[in-house]
């Protein structure tokens, strides 16, 4: 498995770990995580308007649910708190498996703050990280 740094490194995500969990968390403290009911709202609105993206996200509003969506926050809360990143992806494919995690992953890229911040590639590389290896999730 790759050093962290050198998956930070490599995507530019800033000069060291320590700068980009500066980065991060400054980040949550101004953007909120939406409730359970604003996703929840949000996934429903697309539902029923786009045809693009049905199929994946009527597969990913299967798995979400208030567990799915308590992980989620932790690790957007603790972006770079590796061990808890990596108890949250062993919880969630105890819970349903690859699918599980799939879906959990998906709605953090698309229904979070995650989905607008500059450095949205170093914060999914976090989770890709610490969930390499977690049932069968294969880290990049």
Not at 31 to 55: A, C, G, R, T, Y
Not at 71 to 90: D, F, H
Request: aromatic share 16%; proline share 3%; hydrophobic share 35%.
């Amino acid at each position: 498995m790759a050093e962290m740094k050198e998956i930070l490194d490599y995507q530019h995500c800033g000069s060291s770990i320590e700068n980009f969990e500066k980065m991060a968390n400054a980040y949550v403290q101004k953007h909120k995580f939406p409730s359970f009911d604003e996703m929840d709202n949000e996934m429903i609105e697309i539902l029923e308007k786009s045809v693009l993206h049905q199929k994946t996200l009527f597969l990913m509003y299967a798995e979400f649910g208030p567990t799915t969506y308590t992980s989620m926050k932790a690790i957007y809360e603790n972006p770079t708190n590796g061990v808890n990143i990596k108890n949250i992806g062993k919880s969630l494919n105890e819970q349903g498996g690859f699918n599980t995690m799939q879906a959990a992953y998906y709605l953090m890229c698309n229904f979070t703050p995650i989905r607008e911040y500059e450095y949205k590639r170093c914060w999914l590389s976090m989770v890709n990280f610490w969930w390499d290896g977690v049932g069968e999730w294969i880290g990049k």
